[in-house]
């Protein structure tokens, strides 16, 4: 009968230490998704975004969305032994386009990643925040967003 309560206890401490970990290991910093939710997400790079651009390392998205005025990157890399980073590249200009047959505003977006010089080959999975408020145009709902990335340009409709 003693045996089955201390099993009990093991496993209820067993669980314990689990939920513990997993609350600690998914703890958040600077660059985690959590800021994207909240809404304070790092700003847009402001530049010649092509300069940047031509040192890009490769990556892939796997998604693009948007929580409050941040639009969120879940990126694949290889690396796994420097800290990589990313910047979102905005050079402030806009083309006008018809969508739909509504005038509407585009802009383009250069997504770069620096490796550190990494050759490790893990694959790593994250999710990089940027606050795109500054697209925004007085003159119109929304701004069409296209992001240059490594494996290929991408769209996105930012109403707001």
């Known amino acids: 009968m003693s045996t089955i309560f201390e099993m009990k206890n ?13 609350y600690v290991g998914c703890s958040t910093d600077g660059d985690s998704l959590e800021n994207g939710i909240l809404g304070e997400c790092p700003e847009l ?23 409050g005025s941040c639009i969120n990157f879940e990126v694949t890399y290889s690396g796994g032994c420097e800290e990589h980073d990313f910047d979102l590249w905005w050079d402030k200009s806009y083309e006008n386009i018809l969508n739909n047959e509504i005038k ?11 490796s550190n010089y ?3 080959e893990a694959r790593i999975e994250e999710t990089h925040s940027f606050d795109v408020n500054s697209i ?18 991408y769209v996105y409709q930012y109403r707001y």
């Open 45 to 67: 790079s402001i530049g010649n975004a092509e300069d940047h651009y031509q040192s890009n390392n490769p990556y892939g998205i796997d998604s693009i969305y948007m929580t």
């Open 118 to 120: 990494d050759l490790c």
């Open 104 to 114: 509407s505003v585009k802009t383009v977006l250069y997504l770069v990643h620096n």
């Open 136 to 153: 925004r145009h007085t003159n119109f709902p929304e701004v069409v967003i296209e992001v240059f990335s490594t494996d290929s340009n």
């Open 10 to 22: 093991y496993l209820q401490i067993f669980f314990l230490l689990i939920f513990a970990y997993t």
